[in-house]
């Protein structure tokens, strides 16, 4: 009778090896699933110590069960570095920024990019779009460049809307930047809007020149 009452208990040596193991696996997932801040400190460390200047660092911090992320922007650096290089080619009358919730917006006009009714980067563009792809090669952020018309409507043969003008537009900036600069095209996205994200009233030759752009928004 004794070894029958023993054979009845085995049961309760597998379960608590069983409990055991349970209770290791999530204590082994816990763990991993913790940044380490430590290390997090440590990058954030040297990249005050790489660009000089920890006033002008922002971190942010996401943290998720499956890991961290750090996001680093120097925006105030980066405003500097884009509003010099508008006043050194003599572009503050056609190129300027704007910061806002989505990030830093550099509104370049047509007269700088393009010919009137095309899509082609005209050689004047070029100096600028240089300029412009040295700064945003030394950021992780992604790019947006979107397309953006008047409304004046638009009938060609190669464009038969604003809509294929605007999107013709940035795909070309946007493919100069990744082609002739080597900016990366994972962080690239090209969007046209047409005449619909005005930035002036198009009642008049002057607030239709200003709609007439391309738009580099630099994420935040």
Known sequence: MFHE??????????YADLITLLLGLFIILYAISNVDLAKYS??????????????N???????SPTGGKVIASRIDDLKTQLANAIVKHNYTSSVTLEE???GITIHILENIL?????????????LVLNELAGILKQIPNDIRV????????????????NWHLSVARALSTAYYFISERKLNPDKVTVVGYSEYKPVAENSSMEGRAKNRRVDIVIIK
């Open 100 to 102: 806002n919730e989505r």
């Open 5 to 14: 009452e023993a054979d009845k208990d085995r049961y309760l040596i597998t």
């Open 114 to 126: 393009f010919a009137s009714g095309k899509a082609e980067l005209n050689s004047k563009s070029k």
């Open 42 to 55: 440590k990058i954030t460390s040297a990249m005050e110590t790489y660009f000089g200047n920890k006033s």
């Open 57 to 63: 660092i922002i971190i942010k911090q996401n943290f």
């Open 146 to 161: 979107e397309g953006h018309t008047d409304n004046i409507p638009i009938n060609s043969m190669i464009y038969p809307s």
